[in-house]
């Protein structure tokens, strides 16, 4: 398994405004993942974040509005950019272990309310 | 493109009853299946995962869910609710990708909201 941490656990944020939202994880990696869980909805995939190159948007996402990074094998980050009252959620971060390719964990998420 | 859907949006069992979730899958090969608990406040844990073999498939907290492809089901169920199983239950399809290394593009049903009554 892996552990993983995300910062910050949750945020208030004013519209216009943007928020690093950063992802860690207690062991290398090979996939990390980046999910949207508006309130009362399941849970959307924004995009893959891979290592040293740019991240893979789904449908519906863009890099100007959801810049991800990710320097090395056990770090990435997610920037909601030019928030609107629209994008409060609660953002998670999910990797895949090397020793376990099939199954993703999840982190804690981080809360976003946009004002 | 896959989908996953869960018919109940919100089920309420009484402590010791039995449960079982509904989930129903559309994907174009063998689905990589799993359910996810999350509780209030916290992260997905991973209940449970199907790739191949054996059709029921046992899990964490007692829980073991079983694969039907010619119904496109993989439902949960327990023979016994406690009340720490008072949860959202999340139901998903695993695509591939990274060439084939990966089934890390999850798609999620809308969730079941689970309720225990003492």
């Known amino acids: 398994s892996a552990v993983i941490s995300q910062k910050p656990s949750r945020d208030i944020c004013q519209r216009g405004t943007s928020l690093t939202i950063q992802c860690q994880v207690d062991?290398?990696?090979?996939?990390m993942f980046w999910y949207r869980q508006q309130p009362g909805q399941s849970l959307t995939l924004i995009a893959t974040a891979n290592q040293g190159s740019e991240a893979t948007y789904e449908s519906g996402f863009v890099i100007d509005k959801f810049p991800i990074s990710r320097p090395n094998l056990t770090f990435s980050t997610l920037t909601v950019s030019n928030m609107s009252p629209e994008d409060s959620s609660i953002y998670l971060c999910?990797?895949?272990?090397?020793?376990?390719?099939?199954?993703?964990?999840f982190g804690p998420g981080t809360r976003l309310t946009v004002l | 493109a896959q989908s996953v859907t869960q018919p109940d949006i919100h089920i309420t069992v009484s402590e010791g009853a039995s449960l079982e979730l509904r989930c129903n899958y559309s994907?174009?090969?063998?689905?990589?299946l799993f359910w996810y608990v999350q509780s209030p406040g916290q992260g997905l844990q991973l209940l449970l995962k199907?790739?191949?073999?054996?059709?029921l498939v046992q899990g964490i907290k007692g829980f073991e869910a079983e694969f039907k492809r010619s119904q496109s089901s993989f439902n949960l169920r327990k023979p016994s609710v406690h009340w720490s199983d008072a949860a959202e239950y999340f139901c998903?399809?695993?695509?591939?990708?990274?060439?084939?290394?990966?089934?890390?593009?999850?798609?999620f049903g809308q969730g079941t909201i689970l309720t225990v009554h003492p």
């Open positions: 994907y174009g090969a063998t689905p990589y």
């Open positions: 998903a399809v695993g695509d591939l990708y990274a060439g084939g290394t990966s089934y890390g593009k999850l798609t």
């Open positions: 199907y790739f191949s073999g054996d059709t």
């Open positions: 062991s290398q990696v090979t996939m």
């Open positions: 999910s990797v895949e272990v090397y020793r376990a390719r099939d199954t993703q964990y």
